[in-house]
């Protein structure tokens, strides 16, 4: 493969714990708020470890036969067609499900031969044990902070996974994310960076979600395309934040102080 891995910028240690647990062999659960960069993270270290990487967006109508695959009519001949889970067995890619949280209880049952001593992956309508080979990794992700009580994994889930929390970085390193992924200057990086923090900050009382990296290289585009500042805040990081766009008092005096007058 020799991908070039995508600019990534560490918040601690968790590229080597990455690494330790792909040389054993040991699934990995990443923790965190959106946009702090676990993603990121798994595709910098498949590019560094030169594996294939499958994602899977985990939603309430995931299957079992969305992740194992399904018998298929085509050309009247009924074929089975793997799914994305077992195509990464298969071929010892890493397999990454992405808001684990949200497929269902049902759905994760497929993983627990995986995410033991036993490694292998069981295909009930085939009939078929897959060992997962040497270079196969599983690695789930999910936010803790905005999970309902609705959407909570298992304890006995959980106990599968080496865990790794994650954060967002700190200011100075953020700065030179949003400046790079941007290419806007280094002064306006650090300026959004700090109303991200604020607003991350007053975030705590429930009136709106914290503002992720993401949203912050996302304005930092909009401007440098020629777009207002104040408008490329409010349309990528304040409107995706707040509900019908109804901010609080905080909000509207953070904006006050960090936007240009």
């Known amino acids: 493969m020799n991908k070039q ?4 910028y560490p918040s601690g240690h968790e590229q080597d714990a990455f ?3 792909f040389e054993t062999e040991l699934p990995l659960m990443l923790t ?3 946009g702090c960069g676990k993603t990121r993270l798994v595709e910098h270290m498949a590019a ?15 299957t079992s036969a969305d992740l194992l695959g399904r018998f298929l009519v085509k050309g009247g001949d009924v074929n089975w067609v793997d ?5 990464a067995v298969r071929t010892g890619a890493i397999c990454y499900l992405d808001e684990v949280v949200e497929a269902r209880r049902d759905t994760l049952a497929v993983l627990h031969s995986l995410t ?10 085939t009939g078929e044990t897959i060992e997962a080979p040497r270079g196969f990794m599983l690695i789930c992700s999910y936010n803790p902070i905005s999970r309902s009580a609705l959407k909570e994994l298992k304890p006995s889930f959980r106990h599968r996974f080496v865990s790794l929390a994650m954060d967002y970085l700190p200011p100075e390193q953020e700065t030179a994310v949003v400046a790079s992924e941007s ?10 960076v700090k109303l991200g923090v604020a607003l991350r900050a007053a975030s705590g009382g429930g009136v709106h979600e914290p503002p992720s990296t993401r949203l912050l290289v996302t304005a930092a585009k909009l401007h440098v395309a ?32 960090s936007l240009p007058g």
Request: glycine share 6%; charged share 25%.
């Open 116 to 125: 033991d001593y036993r490694r292998t992956l069981y295909l009930d309508r």
């Open 83 to 87: 799914g994305p889970l077992t195509r």
């Open 32 to 34: 965190g708020p959106t």
């Open 5 to 8: 891995p995508p600019l990534y």
């Open 226 to 257: 020629g777009l207002d500042l104040e408008k490329a805040i409010h349309a990528a990081v304040i409107e995706p934040l707040v509900s019908g766009g109804s901010m609080d008092a905080t909000m509207k005096e953070i904006l006050d102080i």
């Open 19 to 21: 690494r330790v647990c």
């Open 48 to 62: 560094v470890l030169d594996r294939p990487l499958i994602t899977v967006a985990c939603h309430d109508d995931l």
């Open 183 to 192: 290419t806007m200057d280094h002064a306006s990086a650090a300026r959004l």
